[in-house]
């Protein structure tokens, strides 16, 4: 066969190889709309930032926050699927590379003489056992004509950028959950101090109920009432400690340390109470910033890497070869000019007739991509209703925390009014009580409302994607 028959074959192997499938689809992936301001924005003009949103002059909070970034076993396995996706990508770009191998060999073979000397000519014989020795070096090169390996390593790459905004993310949530538990703990001292002056208070109103009963001033009811008050606060004060065990609990998982270690850290004196404003932000930034978002975005890129790919498999896949060795039957031979052997080959293979295989993986990785978008669309969206919940969740925490704290306000004022009434002999001992329970009451609920606001701020910095800094790879075309 001449050269112009070669050239006819190759031709008609590359042409009857592309009409195998039909080329992929083109599948729009349009960034999704968002609104140009949250709901719940603030209006206010006072300068404020993400990272103010988390209680980082807390020594608990940093102490804990320390331990996790260092031992969270959660964190330990993202960061290794960060280690995965990198082989992969390793591997994906060395399939681009030629290929080298260096082999040595020694083959012994023995014949049986007498099945072959018939066949011989008088007076010739053969060697019934040789040993041939022999060394090569051969290489091999897909030549990626058709951009098939150069998509699966865009492919690879993107899911390394996938697997290191999915460890961002997971480091994110892990420190808006500790900064939440060491709120909450905070909460509880609050609560507890509220709790145990309601407690002293009752204590005195009992104590000042039975010395005016001693005296028949007073009926015994007073004192009854006022060491139930008393008993209720003690109650209160117990239940306390059932939450802060649930709180260590929760701090020995995400940190990995021991309860000691956890309720040492914790133990550390808190700063005062600080509410930062909540800083304005635009929902494009979530695009921008979320690592759940670019997670999805990277992936999304993927599969599009993996429907190109797919796709140039209808096309031949061309590779070179070359090999050059040593082959000789005496060890002092090896080196001789003689025993220098070598090869060098081109192959050209592709599809001809697959009854349609090649085009339903097409399809497939079409669905794929679809699937992948439509997950991208689901996770801006969720991101979304995220971040306008945290800033709505601020907005009504602040709200209820300025109302709790007027109302605590007044009803020390009523209460304190009520007892000098008392002790003059104005008002009845029921009227102190039940105004010395509504202040009590009133000083827990400014507790945990303070812990909410606190709580709503954490949600609102994850909710925006934290202090995450993304960062992106590419491949050389």
């Excluded at 018939?118 to 060697?127: E, H, K, Q």
Aim: hydrophobic fraction near 45%; include cysteine; charge should be negative.
């Amino acid at each position: 066969m001449g050269r112009p028959s070669y050239l006819f074959a190759g031709l008609a192997s590359i042409t009857l190889g592309a009409c195998v499938a039909g080329p992929a689809a083109e599948i729009a992936t349009p960034t999704p709309v968002l609104p140009a301001a949250f709901s719940y924005t603030p209006t206010g003009g006072e300068a404020a930032t993400l990272a103010a949103l988390l209680p980082s002059d807390d020594p608990a909070y940093s102490g804990l926050s320390e331990l996790a970034l260092a031992q969270s076993p959660t964190l330990g396995e993202a960061l290794l699927r960060i280690d995965a996706a990198h082989a992969s990508a390793d591997r994906a770009g060395a399939n681009r590379l030629p290929q080298i191998t260096a082999g040595a060999s020694i083959e012994g073979a023995r014949s049986n003489q007498s099945q072959i000397s018939s066949a011989l000519p008088a007076g010739v014989s053969i060697d019934s056992e040789q040993v041939a020795y022999g060394a090569n070096l051969s290489a091999g090169w897909d030549v990626d004509l058709f951009g098939r390996l150069r998509e699966q390593e865009r492919a690879a790459i993107a899911r390394i950028d996938a697997a290191g905004a999915d460890a961002a993310a997971v480091r994110i949530a892990l420190l808006a959950e500790i900064a939440a538990t060491v709120i909450d703990w905070r909460t509880l001292e609050t609560r507890q101090n509220a709790l145990q002056s309601d407690f002293n208070a009752a204590t005195q109103l009992a104590r000042l109920a039975g010395s005016r009963e001693r005296a028949g001033i007073s009926p015994g009811f007073d004192r009854v009432r006022a060491e139930s008050a008393a008993a209720a606060s003690r109650s209160r004060l117990s239940a306390i400690e059932s939450e802060r065990a649930r709180l260590v609990g929760r701090l020995v998982t995400l940190t990995a340390a021991s309860g000691q270690a956890v309720r040492t850290i914790l133990l550390l004196d808190a700063p005062g109470t600080r509410l930062p404003a909540a800083p304005a932000a635009a929902p494009s930034i979530l695009l921008a910033n979320r690592p759940d978002v670019l997670a999805a975005s990277s992936r999304l890129a993927a599969s599009d890497a993996e429907l190109a790919a797919t796709a140039a498999s209808r096309f031949p896949n061309i590779s070179l070869s070359a090999a050059v060795g040593l082959l000789a039957f005496n060890p002092g031979d090896l080196f001789d000019e003689d025993s220098l052997i070598g090869s060098l080959g081109a192959a050209l293979a592709g599809p001809l007739f697959d009854f349609g295989r090649i085009e339903a993986e097409i399809d497939a990785a079409e669905a794929s991509k679809r699937i992948a978008f439509q997950s991208y669309r689901g996770t801006v969206f969720t991101a979304l209703g995220d971040a306008e919940a945290a800033y709505g969740l601020v907005a009504a925490a602040d709200g209820e925390l300025t109302a709790v704290t007027d109302e605590q306000a007044r009803n020390d004022r009523a209460a304190r009014l009520a007892d000098v009434r008392y002790r003059a002999g104005l008002a009845d001992f029921l009227t102190v009580l039940e105004a010395r329970r509504i202040a009590d009451t009133s000083g827990e609920r400014v507790a945990a409302a303070t812990g909410r606001a606190k709580r709503a701020r954490v949600l609102l910095w994850q909710a925006l994607g934290g202090d995450y800094q993304p960062t992106s790879r590419s491949i050389s075309q």
